[in-house]
DNA sequence: CGGGCCATTGACATTCTTCAAAGTTAGTGG
DNA sequence: CCACTAACTTTGAAGAATGTCAATGGCCCG
């Protein structure tokens, strides 16, 4: 017990083998004893508003980082101000795993709305996990999910049309909000119609005419940042590029 | 000298030691004795000819592969019959890491010419690797290289205009040449103009329209499959938004 | 030598971006 | 608590870039 976090009402830790992430998190398929020990290595920081970063690019690499609460994007900034935004991340999703080959972050990460984050220095994670087999073979699922992620939107924004891509956009916010226990079909959007632009490869005027079509056509409703899915099936089918325009896929 | 390959005229095998792409490669960074160790779990198969599968989407997942000579494309099938193209690889070059999350290939790998490829079953290097630190700290490495990679990708697919990502499409295998003692002016393309078009979200007339503007405009030199690059530093303002158009890149 | 795939080119269609403007919302400071 | 500004969102109109269709020629491989 000498390692145990103490609970206050300003920054509410809760230990990893309490946390309702567990089973997306790195502690997935964990012994009890070695979830303790990884226990031991997280810091818990008091929440973050929006607007914070939790590190920009460039910024020597310490720490992975949990979304414990909230929502967190990452972008790449670009010489002329301008930006790419790489990910939208939500509660259980690590970030920072791009700094690990030159112990530099090779993206920021900016909070997008109120949130709780967990740190975990690497040094020591990459240490424990030598030791914990089971740990080591978790990290390298972690990575290689994100690898697989990262391949799943290239294929998206291969597709061209954008119905396709917002489309895939709102039922990947839908399915990962299901998996944490929120509602797969009301929601809240923590970023911006530029954002989503900018994540999906489409000017903001473009998302927001989509919108308004996807609501004329009674997929969904929505209101400011505040989105119910009204026909999730319909929207998978547009994300086969089944629906409309007679099927076109071929780039065989 | 017990697990030592035998070197025939048919399969030519390199211990990890001799190998020329030793640097950029897994041993990177292993003392001596450590890539002896690593040697002695890879396996050298003989060379596979353009349409060989290394694995594809589905299979188990039991080995890594690294190209050591040729090249070879992964791409994920989708139902229809046609795919999207995730990458080239060229030598030195890991394939398969997207695969260790579920023990199964999320995407298909498809030699485009004759190439040697060394295969690393991974149960081996996960076990080799929780006893070799060194090795451990490599392979993190190498996946977070590829979740960098890959982020570099989607940047340059949220660049929209044709122009920028033939540019950069052109730059990036100069620059991959280059590290491997290739001409970074003067190669060859393993992969089709489909090929090409399918990886970056461009039709191929598109790129074929842009291969002979870019030949009028000076900057390269195209005869089929044989690219000349002949004024690099202007292909990278190209890339940069500088060139044309007065630079119009928002997004902020 | 033949067939099929690949590449190129032209003409046309369409989607999406760009430009412009107005309405909304949220946050700030008085 | 209200006024005010800045940022965000929406909508319309026009234009540009890229995709689609179609046809031809060339190259590679069997």
């Known amino acids: 017990m000498s390692g145990r976090k103490i609970i206050s009402f300003e920054n509410i830790k809760v230990a990893c083998e309490n946390c309702s992430l567990v089973s997306l998190c790195l502690p997935m398929g964990l012994d009890p004893d070695d979830v303790e020990k990884l226990d031991e290595i997280v810091k818990r920081n008091?929440?973050?508003?929006?607007?914070?970063?939790?590190?920009?690019?460039?910024?020597?690499?310490?720490?992975?980082?949990?979304?414990?609460a909230g929502s967190v994007k990452t972008y790449a900034p670009s010489e002329d101000g301008g930006e790419q935004v790489l990910g939208f991340h939500l509660p259980g999703e690590l970030?920072?795993?791009?700094?690990?080959?030159?112990?530099?972050?090779?993206?920021?990460?900016?909070?997008?709305?109120?949130?709780?984050?967990?740190?975990?220095?690497?040094?020591?994670?990459?240490?424990?996990?030598?030791q914990v087999p089971s740990l080591q073979h978790q990290m390298y699922r972690l990575l290689s999910r994100e690898i697989g992620h990262d391949e799943d939107i290239l294929t998206l924004l291969g597709k061209r049309s954008a119905e396709e891509r917002l489309a895939a956009f709102l039922i990947s916010?839908?399915?990962?909000?299901?998996?944490?226990?929120f509602s797969a079909s009301d929601f809240y959007l923590s970023m911006s119609r530029h954002?989503?632009?900018?994540?999906?490869?489409?000017?903001?005027?473009?998302?927001?005419?989509?919108?308004?079509?996807?609501?004329?056509?009674?997929?969904?409703?929505?209101e400011r940042k505040h989105i119910q899915l009204l026909d999730i099936d319909r929207l998978n089918n547009i994300i086969q590029g089944e629906e409309r325009n007679g099927n076109k896929r071929q780039y065989t």
């Open 195 to 222: 954002e989503i632009g900018n994540y999906l490869g489409l000017a903001v005027e473009t998302v927001s005419r989509l919108f308004t079509r996807f609501q004329d056509e009674g997929l969904l409703k929505v």
């Open 173 to 181: 916010l839908s399915e990962r909000f299901k998996r944490r226990d």
């Open 95 to 130: 970030i920072g795993l791009d700094a690990i080959e030159n112990e530099e972050h090779h993206c920021s990460a900016k909070v997008l709305e109120t949130s709780a984050v967990c740190e975990i220095p690497f040094t020591n994670l990459e240490e424990l996990s030598s």
């Open 46 to 68: 008091r929440p973050l508003h929006r607007g914070d970063h939790l590190f920009r690019e460039g910024d020597k690499f310490h720490s992975l980082f949990v979304v414990k």
